[in-house]
């Protein structure tokens, strides 16, 4: 059946259980990490804002993050019918415009829920919200780029909750200190989307979605994706040295040198060890992110 066929089956309403596979919660966890790094970093004990640390998570994660994976289903559905074909929406599960109909109530959801977190939050969300849509929507569709793609998922996955973190918290603009190694780490973050691209690699080829394991090949793209993990991470270390934070820079460098043996176990089969390094180094890697928060905390700012 194609894709046109199966978006017209006979099918009316989505299954529940198919609606949480379009919105994939194993992605939730990285923006909700991130926005837990900012919280950290801020200074300010969760516990007397509470509602503002809950309401982040969740529209860090399930709303937003939901959102993207929706719109990116939605605009993917052609890609996901090569790729992936028992994906929600290409095997019928989410017939008809559904998928995107979940895409845009959610997106209106998340303006709603950005109100909660005062204008810092707002502002965060609306970045947020409009860059999913430009990441997968055309005209625009950054995706369709090896470079700006992976850069914007990296920076809205990584950056952005975690200066929305330390802004919410802060009721205010985060120290410079904050904003400089949230950037890194999003930097960094660019890498990783670049080995998630490695299980889209046929249908991204057929569709003309220039992502690095195509223009490149597997083998270099692994290579380019574990200098740019790698390069913002020593950069990171090199700070914490600089403002006299040398027990977590030396920290962040064993999670770091731990992600060099993960690293070589890769490289020896780039596209069958993306999925196992995914697991494994990417783990490794937020775990440093925690631990250059908790350095962050109660530093003056630059």
Same mark, same amino acid.
């Given at each position: 059946m194609s894709v046109s066929e199966t978006l017209h089956a006979s099918r009316r309403w989505p299954r529940p259980r198919a609606v949480l596979t379009l919105l994939k919660p194993v992605t939730w966890f990285p923006p909700i990490w991130a926005y837990l790094c900012g919280v950290v970093a801020s200074g300010v004990a969760p516990v007397t804002a509470p509602v503002a640390v809950l309401v982040g998570?969740? #529209?860090?994660?399930?709303? *937003?993050?939901?959102?993207?994976? =929706?719109?990116?289903?939605?605009?993917?559905?052609?890609?996901?019918?090569i790729n992936e074909p028992d994906r929600p929406i290409p095997s019928g599960q989410i017939p008809g415009r559904w998928g995107l109909w979940i895409a845009l109530f959610i997106s209106a959801l998340a303006l709603g829920l950005g109100t909660v977190l005062g204008p810092w939050g707002f502002g965060a969300t609306v970045f947020g919200v409009a860059a999913a849509w430009a990441y997968s929507a055309e005209p625009i569709r950054l995706k369709r780029s090896g470079i700006w793609g992976p850069g914007l998922v990296g920076l809205c996955y990584e950056g952005l909750p975690w200066f929305t973190g330390a802004a919410v918290l802060s009721?205010?603009?985060?120290? #410079?200190?904050?904003?400089? *190694?949230?950037?890194?780490?999003? =930097?960094?973050a660019h890498g990783i989307m670049t080995l998630n691209d490695f299980k889209a690699l046929e249908g991204d080829r057929q569709t003309g979605v220039n992502s690095l394991p195509v223009t490149l090949g597997p083998e270099r793209a692994a290579r380019v994706a574990c200098w740019v993990m790698a390069l913002p991470q020593v950069a990171v270390i090199a700070l914490l040295f600089a403002w006299d934070r040398p027990w977590h820079g030396l920290v962040v460098a064993g999670l770091l040198a731990a992600q060099g043996w993960a690293m070589r176990v890769l490289l020896t089969d780039p596209k069958g060890r993306a999925p196992w390094y995914n697991a494994t180094g990417v783990s490794l890697y937020v775990s440093g992110m925690m631990v250059a928060a908790f350095a962050l905390r109660n530093m003056e700012g630059l």
């Open positions: 998570m969740v #529209l860090a994660g399930p709303v *937003v993050c939901g959102m993207s994976q =929706a719109a990116n289903d939605w605009c993917d559905r052609h890609v996901d019918a009721a205010g603009a985060p120290p #410079l200190t904050t904003v400089i *190694v949230a950037l890194l780490y999003a =930097a960094g």
